[in-house]
């Protein structure tokens, strides 16, 4: 079970963080990601990390968001700076465990919206 929060109202060029806790051990065999979607569009990925901390970036998100994780909190986060209204969304975290069979779980979304 995944557990985002941090969202909430900034202004443009503003920063804000996210988390997402997960209910299980993180430290190994995982990709975890955040996604967000708005509304008539399909979810679309921001950023993933590997819980061997490779990471990889939409080109939006690059230079201006930073992810990254702690195993031993089994906590994923996601740092927004310079935010832009185009940035508002729903952002979702999600845990695909590489095992196999392999596993995805979502979390629920949590809502950023980026005054202009």
């Known amino acids: 079970q995944l557990q985002a929060s941090g969202g909430g109202l900034v202004q443009s060029g503003g920063s804000l963080g996210l988390s997402c806790a997960a209910s299980?051990?993180?430290?190994?065999?995982?990709?975890m990601s955040w996604h967000r979607q708005t509304p008539g569009k399909q979810r679309e990925l921001v950023a993933s990390?590997?819980?061997?901390?490779?990471?990889n970036y939409a080109i939006s998100a690059k230079g201006r968001f930073t992810i990254s994780r702690d195993n031993a909190k089994n906590t994923m986060y996601l740092q927004m700076n310079s935010l832009k209204p185009e940035d508002t969304a729903v952002y979702y975290c999600?845990?695909?465990?590489?095992?196999?069979?392999?596993?995805?779980?979502w979390g629920q979304g949590t809502l950023v919206t980026v005054s202009s």
């Open positions: 999600g845990l695909v465990r590489t095992t196999t069979p392999p596993s995805a779980y």
């Open positions: 299980e051990r993180i430290s190994s065999n995982n990709v």
């Open positions: 990390i590997s819980s061997g901390g490779i990471t």
